[in-house]
């Protein structure tokens, strides 16, 4: 057993004793495992509609599979937090689909476009963790989807809740020619082992996991529950550095070191014995400080890796080399060759945002030019892989066709927006059509500017489309504007970079919607008329 924590008294840590749930999360988990609300969806409400489910399932266990009520269409954003959740709940619900990896062949893809057309009124968005979530869905096709999606090896079980959510990974991981370890075999061993295990079910809050070889870092391994990162020890062995204890919201942290060197088979006992602490050890009874990077903070990285040797792996992990430092752009925009002599295309849709119609063109571009694989990405784009290099030009050209661009400017390739007021009950302002307006605008605007440079856009202070890692973070609230009305807007954080800093929040920094394009172009022009050579937008700021 560890020294006490600073805070053991009334944090609902299950290691030192606080069985009783202290809040009503806790409690209804307690009640009943979420992965048991599969069977009464198929067999119950599925079959006698919404008005059959249990409050406590519809607003609890059913994010044990991917699913959230969407909001009310109508109700603005000033209602968001005052209304109590029956008015704001639809009859309709979001749906996560875990891709882990982001790896899907063409089966896959095709499934995902049919159920978005078939199902979910064509729609479709990539998320920064590479799922797909759909919209408009009813709890009578829920079965039907699932069947559709297990039928080709998908699933939305522990998509969302209190869970080990989606584990991201490299989406050109075993194809990349730089990359220093594939981690596709430790992602497949965490899934197939620990996913939907009853072991795990019960977590103080979510979990985020990150596994990847990656040279460019692009699954931002900084701001993950726990993270593996591809390293070469001094005997040149290839294996994982460990980072665990970061993430966004209130309160951002950045993963630490633990300092160790983990070869890859090994790397599933690792996890299982994060996760394991996290369950243990983590704070229950406040859900603001259920994450682990709260753990994180008061033990540190020396105590933290000194208790998952002792109490949960039983033997010493090495030393693992420095962690490199952090880079500035991490995607996987353009046209690359592949480690096999074959070329990866990848691409940007505006903001993660398309439909089930674009995806089934996707998927017959993907076998008309490739092989039919195609990855999401941690930045809301994606990748067709395998194609020849006398074909890339003519699939970028197709692409395009569609608006999906190979080249595209900084601002398109840099853009992230969450879900926002159109179907989030936590909103407070639209966030996706903003972005994408945005986008189009800076393009006229300024259409030389080329520096990378993250613009990101939160409909609320959640961190879904990680405002505080951004050059120029949004984060949606009401403003008030010249004639003293109440409208929407943002909360402006600048100079964020992931693993560096965290976006400077500048008091009464703040634009309307209506502002926006203005305020980002100034500040854009600024910045690139200031800067010196090679001085990113963090360092100018
Ligand atoms: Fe919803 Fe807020 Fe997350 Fe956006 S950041 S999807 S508004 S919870």
Not at 74 to 86: C, S, V, Y
Not at 514 to 523: K, Q, S
Request: net charge negative; aromatic share 8%.
């Amino acid at each position: 057993m560890p020294p006490a924590t600073k805070r053991k008294r009334g944090e609902g840590q299950w290691a030192l004793g606080y069985r009783e749930p202290l809040n009503k999360n806790e409690e209804n988990k307690k009640n009943d495992d979420g992965l048991n609300v599969r069977r009464r969806i198929i067999d119950i409400y599925s079959k006698a509609g919404f008005d059959s489910i249990d409050p406590a399932d519809l607003r609890g266990r059913m994010r044990w599979y991917g699913l959230y009520t969407q909001r009310r269409p109508g109700i603005d954003g000033g209602k968001t937090g005052a209304l109590p959740d029956e008015e704001l709940d639809d009859r309709y619900f979001m749906m996560r689909v875990r891709i882990d990896g982001g790896q899907l062949d063409g089966p896959q893809l095709r499934a995902i476009a049919d159920i978005a057309t078939t199902y979910a009124r064509g729609t479709a968005d990539i998320t920064d963790r590479q799922n797909i979530q759909y919209h408009w869905i009813r709890i009578e096709d829920v079965p039907a989807i699932w069947e559709r999606l297990e039928s080709v090896g998908l699933s939305t079980m522990e998509a969302c809740g209190d869970t080990p959510r989606v584990v991201i990974g490299c989406p050109l991981a075993g194809i990349a020619e730089d990359e220093v370890i594939d981690a596709t075999p430790q992602i497949a061993e965490v899934h197939e082992r620990y996913v939907g295990s009853p072991e795990f079910s019960n977590l103080p809050r979510k979990f985020k996991t990150a596994m990847s070889g990656c040279t460019a870092h692009c699954t931002v391994h900084e701001i993950n529950d726990v993270a593996f990162v591809g390293t070469v020890n001094a005997a040149g062995e290839a294996g994982y550095q460990v980072f665990a204890g970061g993430g966004l919201s209130t309160n951002p942290m950045f993963a630490k070191s633990l300092g160790v060197f983990v070869r890859p088979e090994q790397a599933h006992e690792v996890w299982k014995g994060v996760i394991s602490i996290f369950r243990d050890y983590g704070y229950r009874r406040l859900r603001h400080r259920a994450r682990i990077k709260f753990l994180m903070a008061d033990w540190g990285p020396e105590r933290f890796r000194e208790v998952l040797e002792k109490e949960y792996l039983g033997y010493e992990l090495p030393d693992g080399p420095e962690p490199a430092a952090p880079l500035p752009r991490r995607d996987h925009v353009g046209i690359h060759r592949q480690k096999d002599g074959n070329y990866y295309v990848g691409f940007a849709p505006r903001v993660g945002r398309v439909n089930g119609e674009l995806l089934g063109v996707i998927a017959d571009l993907a076998e008309r030019y490739g092989s039919g694989r195609t990855r999401t990405t941690a930045e809301q784009k994606m990748v067709i892989l395998d194609v020849p290099e006398e074909d890339t030009e003519s699939l970028a050209d197709a692409l395009a066709e569609h608006d999906l661009q190979v080249r595209p400017s900084t601002f398109r390739r840099q853009t992230m927006a969450c879900t926002g007021i159109e179907y989030c009950k936590l909103a407070i302002v639209e966030t996706k059509q903003r972005a994408m307006d945005l986008v189009d605008e800076l393009e006229k605007r300024l259409p030389d500017f080329e520096q990378p440079l993250t613009v990101n856009v939160n409909g609320c202070p959640n961190a879904c489309a990680r405002i505080q890692v951004a050059d120029i973070g949004l984060k949606g609230q009401l403003v008030v504007d010249e004639n003293g009305d109440q409208v929407e807007g943002f909360q402006i954080h600048l100079g964020g970079a992931v693993g560096a800093s965290f976006g400077k929040k500048v008091r009464g920094l703040k634009t309307t919607s209506a502002g926006l394009t203005d305020y980002v172009e100034r500040v854009v022009r600024r910045y690139d008329e200031q800067r010196r050579d090679g001085e990113s937008f963090a360092a100018w700021t």
